[in-house]
């Protein structure tokens, strides 16, 4: 009797330590999930901060290009002790229309990447319009080109080339650089370089490359956004020294240029409520050819340039910005970045612009010498009768880059990044 009681009272031995152990995996099943939890918990969080730590490099990156919108160097790793992470690099990739900035930031062995695709300002390009654009033998342009709507090529491009709608490239027409067009490429002639197109095909139904030859990539089909043209150009300088209404000569516009307080980057910014005329100050005394100085003129009517207006040295800059029309005559040199809310024109001899011409609109260019060597708006919207060359100087837009707001940096698309 009592060897049966004693085998009844060991019998209840397994289920017990069946029962323990059981518990002891549910146990440790419970734990191993809560630290599972706690470690994706502390990855989101190093998720965010190397994301944060790759927007700090595109903002840095964004930062430079503003004061300097020639730099292409892009940043090394860059430690932040607060945050026990870093920037691991920067990059900067022009393109033809944009540049593309690539960053990416690291924590504690975790890494994120950011691109960002950062339109060009308009005062980049050597000529930038809010319309259509035909280039045509009396109109030379050494330099990028951008217009919002279609570009007509009846004559080669030295730089890239970037239309918003379409753009024609007449037989025998060379780009030297890439093209981006919003919509259809008709390539009659030679692309050096890529070629970016908004349609698979022409409206014809016809391959971009079907008539011509593009040296580089062909890109077909990409959906992509246009920077949008500014608005008023010339509000943002109605704080600037009073400059009254009227004609005035160089040597005139000198002095109140000199006497003007400089403003950021010694910058000096003078605003002019209405029309203003720049003349040659014959049988008014000694009027020079050449200034000096760092200055944006604006006004907020027509600006008429009727003489030489040059630069004395590579850190002299001025710029003139209408609210409305810019009138050139015929037969001057003008060193300066020329903006208008309105339209372009430009009549009589050669004349030739080293800096950048930003216009709301140019539709028409003349193959005869434009008769008399005034410039005349007549009831056209923007035109150039006689020869024109626009020159792009760089060295000229960089000095004055840090206050030509309403032309500046646009960003069109900001994503998280493959790091592959």
């Known amino acids: 009797m009592a060897w049966q009681c004693w085998q009844q009272r060991g019998s209840a031995l397994p289920a017990v330590l069946l029962a323990i152990l059981v518990l002891s995996l549910l146990g440790a099943g419970f734990l191993s999930l809560s630290l599972v939890e706690r470690q994706g ?3 989101e969080v ?11 490099g595109i903002n840095l990156a964004l930062a430079r290009l503003r004061r300097d919108p020639g730099w292409r160097e892009g940043l090394g790793e860059i430690y932040l002790t607060p945050a026990k992470g870093r920037i691991t690099s920067v990059s900067v990739v022009p393109q033809a229309a944009s540049y593309r900035l690539r960053s990416e930031g690291e924590i504690d062995g975790v890494r994120r990447a950011i691109e960002v695709d950062l339109a060009r300002p308009f005062f980049s390009y050597a000529l930038a319009s809010a319309g259509d654009i035909t280039i045509k033998n009396p109109l030379t342009i050494n330099g990028d080109l951008f217009a919002t709507g279609s570009i007509y090529l009846q004559k080669g491009a030295s730089g890239n080339v970037a239309a918003g709608v ?14 981006v067009t919003g919509r259809y490429l008709y ?11 908004g349609q698979t095909t022409d409206k014809y139904g016809n391959d971009p490359n079907y008539y011509g030859r593009v040296n580089g990539q062909v890109i077909k089909g990409l959906s992509f956004s246009f920077p949008n043209w500014p608005g008023d150009l010339a ?3 109605t704080g600037g020294e009073p400059l009254p209404a009227g004609e005035y000569t160089l040597a005139m516009l000198q002095e109140l240029v ?5 403003g950021d980057n010694d910058i000096k910014i003078l605003y002019c409520p209405g029309d203003l005329i720049i003349e040659s100050g014959k049988g008014k005394g000694n009027d020079p050819d050449f200034y000096t100085g760092k200055a944006i003129i604006a006004a907020a009517g027509d600006i008429t340039l009727g003489k030489d207006i040059r630069v004395t040295t590579g850190s002299d800059a001025w710029a003139f910005v209408a609210g409305n029309d810019i009138l050139l005559d015929g037969g001057v040199t003008v060193d300066a970045v020329l903006m208008s809310n ?3 024109y430009k009549q009589g001899a050669a004349s030739t612009i080293n800096g950048s011409l930003v216009t709301g609109g140019l539709t028409e260019v003349d193959e005869d010498d434009g008769g008399d060597n005034k410039s005349s708006k007549d009831n056209s919207r923007g035109n150039i009768k006689g020869p024109l060359t626009i020159n792009a100087q760089d060295n000229r837009i960089q000095v004055l880059s840090p206050v030509l707001a309403a032309t500046g940096w646009q ?7 493959s790091l592959y």
């Open 235 to 237: 509000a943002p300088y």
């Open 41 to 43: 918990a502390a990855n």
């Open 187 to 197: 390539n009659y002639g030679t692309i050096r370089g890529d070629a970016t197109v």
């Open 342 to 344: 309105g339209y372009f």
């Open 258 to 262: 000199d006497s003007a307080p400089a």
């Open 166 to 179: 379409d753009l024609t490239i007449q037989n025998n027409t060379t780009v030297q650089g890439s093209v």
């Open 46 to 56: 190093k998720i965010t901060q190397a994301t944060y730590l790759a927007e700090a």
């Open 411 to 417: 960003v069109l698309s900001w994503r998280g990044a």
